[in-house]
């Protein structure tokens, strides 16, 4: 590849980035502009690598969507990789960031604060605008039309934004895209007798013109539709929901936001606007609570959700108490909560909420558990613990006895009953424990069958939500939740349903929770722990499933120094062994496990080294394919000869040495004389390759037979090669001219240039 490629391909990622980098101002570029950066850098480095060994444009822009898929892979989902290659796993990773992105665009106000959907999502629109613009400005070398493609990347930021931009973003965009279409226009200088690729019936002039008046003409359409367009859009992202517009309404109420009584399976939980509800902090860090309830429902008519009682018993001496036995693992959190709005009674608290969160008002506690508090408090403390309990905390049967809070079902369940059944007969087995009968059902609805829905017709529910969450896989927050209750419900687990809030997102120094970030979720009785939360909904709509709900726990060997059980978050294993790799079979066991495990940690590198290795075999191979091809299709002595003297035109060009391809055989004879310094047996076996070919084109019949020729012309290609650098002849074996000239169906005689 030329200098000139290479200025080509760095200008065309500049370009790339600077039409990017406004979108920094619409979502939070902590996130994804590290990932992003990684991702431009590795399409534009994998074509400039591959443009080393062909110009097929198919080719390169398969070979960099491949290496740029592999880069998303490795720094957005690494855990589902199988020695590097993505499994089902991965999929259905990848599936829940994109819902996780999507959900971000709705529901947050710009900047958007980052996430790990939002990070994959930046990335692959990275991936596949830098391989658009490499493909059409360096592979295909019409830069000026590359302009559209980052036209549409900035105006896609500055027509959502919701104000204007700075004016050097535009400025550093199109200086960018100018430097680009210069350099290409400086190179078409530099080679301005020669006839461009494809414009056989032109002359250059006549070529640039044309294309300078399509795209002049595209130009102008684009301009006249976005000026009658854009300015009757409404002053929002492309993202339905994802708005600055003053005009956006908020859930609130004379006496401040407020969270439903109910829960509708039919519509979703609440409104869409982005009014914060609450901020809060960590005054002592650690993670943040996994979600922030409100309200408490269990009774179901089979349309919506309600708490059967709300009389309020008034806090006891000792505040807030868990049900948890005291040997279940914890760990004492505080969370400290400002500019609250919700509007009392209600008041959002984590789950496990002890002792006095509100000294200076007063307060109770309803029939089901949740706090309703007698006055506003705009500013409170709260402790909670977060409880990790183990399996042996966990598989404890509920009795005969039912919970305080377990569900009631105030209509006939049982036409849905059998399809219910079905489904726990898939998913569970009878002597499956009630906290593996939960994990299963939760791993069910997460699972790829399942999608978060923020588009769905409510007027489609029809007469049983339920059925028709089964039948489409498609729900809200509190569709996935009321289903894993009723399969619990089925399954023996007493369930209810929980409301709140999600944690939010991160601003300044603290977290900010929004009206959008309303949620639900079911929760589990186990005798040992109480109520537990489990997470069925998918995807970025969801808080995070907590761990002993999703893999088996065991209790540690031994107390923390505090006194306080810490969560142990699988099972207890030696640091230096890889769980699922086995060592206990003995010595050989553990000798296979070294270099699985090296191949596994290194799989980025040997995957990197073996597209490599790939992409070097190509050209030769093509070249080898190609030579063979030309002489297997030859019938005669004639055609022998003549597929012979294009071998040695084509290795002669590989070592810089250029014979005129329209010239005879003897003039071509004299050139490679006059160009070389060869001694006696070459200079005479120069002469009987053209001699032979020229009676094999001229004369009735030829004396010569193939094989003499053929060690003729190796004779005079090793003398040639002799002459010539190092570097030339290892160039000439990996990146052979006519191996390129296969994919680019061109003649040897057509390129004159290297």
């Known amino acids: 590849m030329s200098r000139n490629t290479w200025v080509a391909t760095v200008l065309a990622g500049l370009a790339t980035a600077a039409a990017v980098a406004p979108v920094s101002t619409l979502v939070d570029p902590g996130a994804w502009s590290k990932n992003a950066a990684l991702i431009l850098v590795a399409v534009m480095a994998t074509g400039a690598v ?26 957005s989902v690494p855990h589902t990789l199988l020695w590097g290659f993505p499994t089902t796993a991965s999929m259905r990773a990848i599936n829940d960031l994109l819902l996780e992105a999507i959900a971000s665009l709705t529901k947050y106000a710009a900047p958007v604060p980052g996430s790990p959907g939002l990070a994959y999502a930046m990335g692959a629109l990275v991936a596949l605008l830098a391989t658009a613009v490499d493909a059409v400005a360096v592979t295909a070398r019409r830069p000026a039309p ?58 250059s002039r006549e070529s640039i013109a044309v294309t300078g008046r399509r795209i002049t003409a595209v130009a102008l359409a684009v301009t ?18 994802l708005g600055r517009a003053p005009d956006s309404v908020g859930g609130g109420t004379g006496r401040g936001i407020s969270l439903s009584t109910s829960a509708d399976l039919a519509t979703s939980l609440g409104n869409r606007s982005d009014e914060p509800v609450f901020e809060y902090r960590m005054p002592a860090g650690g993670p943040v609570p ?89 500013e409170y403390e709260a402790t909670y613990l977060d409880l990790a309990p183990t399996d042996a905390d966990l598989t404890g049967e509920v ?72 039948d489409t896989k498609k729900g809200y927050c509190v569709q996935f939740a009321a289903t894993m209750i009723l ?83 699988g099972p207890s294993q030696r640091p230096d062994v890889e769980q699922g790799i086995g060592t206990t079979a003995g010595t050989q066991s ?48 004639a055609q022998r000869m003549e597929a012979l003297w294009t071998d040695l035109i084509y290795r002669l060009r590989d070592l810089d040495l250029d014979p005129p391809g329209e010239g005879t055989p003897r003039q071509v004879g004299r050139y490679i004389a006059t160009h070389t310094t060869l001694g006696a047996p070459e200079v005479e076996a120069l002469g009987n390759t053209v001699l032979a070919v020229e009676r094999s084109r001229y004369a009735a019949h030829t004396s010569s037979t193939h094989a003499d020729v053929g060690y003729e012309v190796d004779t005079v290609v090793q003398a040639v090669a002799s002459q010539t650098p190092r570097w030339t002849r290892v160039r000439a074996r990996l990146r052979p001219l006519e191996g390129i000239d296969t994919w680019r169906r061109r003649s040897p005689r057509e390129d004159q240039s290297r």
Do not use: C
């Open 224 to 241: 006249a539709v976005g000026a009658f367009v854009l300015p009757h859009l409404p002053t929002r992202f492309l993202a339905d929901g």
């Open 146 to 203: 590359a302009g559209l493609l980052l036209l549409a990347a900035y105006l896609s930021a500055s027509s959502n934004a919701g104000a204007g931009f700075s004016v050097w973003w535009f400025v550093l965009a199109a200086a960018a895209w100018l430097a680009l279409v210069g350099h290409a226009g400086l190179s078409e200088v530099t080679h301005w007798g020669q006839q461009p690729q494809g414009s056989g019936r032109r002359s």
């Open 290 to 378: 996994a979600v922030f309830r409100v309200e408490v429902f269990d009774l179901y008519d089979g349309f919506a959700w309600t708490a059967s009682t709300h009389s309020t018993t008034a806090a006891g001496a000792n505040g807030l108490e868990v049900l948890a036995d005291a040997n279940v693992p914890r760990t004492e959190r505080r969370v400290a909560v400002s500019a609250n709005a919700l509007g009392d009674p209600q008041v959002a608290l984590p789950l496990n909420t002890v002792g006095n969160p509100f000294p200076t008002i007063g307060w109770g506690v309803s029939g089901l558990g949740t706090v309703r508090i007698d006055a506003a408090a705009p």
């Open 487 to 569: 399969l619990a419900e089925r399954a023996g687990i007493p369930a209810r349903m929980g409301t709140g809030f999600l944690p939010g997102h991160r601003a300044g120094n603290g977290y900010v929770v929004l009206a959008s970030d309303a949620h639900a979720w079911p929760e589990l009785f186990f005798p040992s722990v109480g109520w537990v939360r489990f997470e069925p909904t998918p995807g970025g709509r969801s808080g995070v499933a907590p761990a002993y709900t999703t893999t088996r726990t065991q209790p540690s060997a031994a107390p923390s120094a505090s006194g306080s059980a810490q969560p142990t978050r």
């Open 50 to 75: 591959l443009r080393l060994v062909t110009r097929s444009l198919l080719l390169i822009v398969a070979y960099q969507l491949l290496v740029a898929f592999e880069v998303l892979l490795q720094v």
């Open 590 to 637: 553990g000798q296979l496990a070294a270099p699985i495990r090296w191949a596994r940690d290194h799989a980025v590198a040997l995957l990197a080294a073996l597209v490599a290795l790939l992409a070097l075999a190509f050209t030769p191979l093509s070249a080898w394919w190609s030579r063979r091809r030309r002489h297997r299709r030859a019938v005669n002595e």
């Open 399 to 470: 009795g005969d006895v039912r919970p305080t809070g377990a569900s009631v079902f105030s209509t006939d369940l049982e036409p849905l009953g059998s399809q219910l059944d079905g489904i726990l007969d898939r998913i569970t087995d009878v002597n499956d424990s009630p906290i593996d009968k939960a994990r299963a059902i939760q791993a069910y609805l997460r699972g790829p069958e399942f999608s978060y829905s923020l588009t769905l017709d409510d007027s489609d529910v029809g007469t049983d939500p339920v059925r028709h969450f089964l």
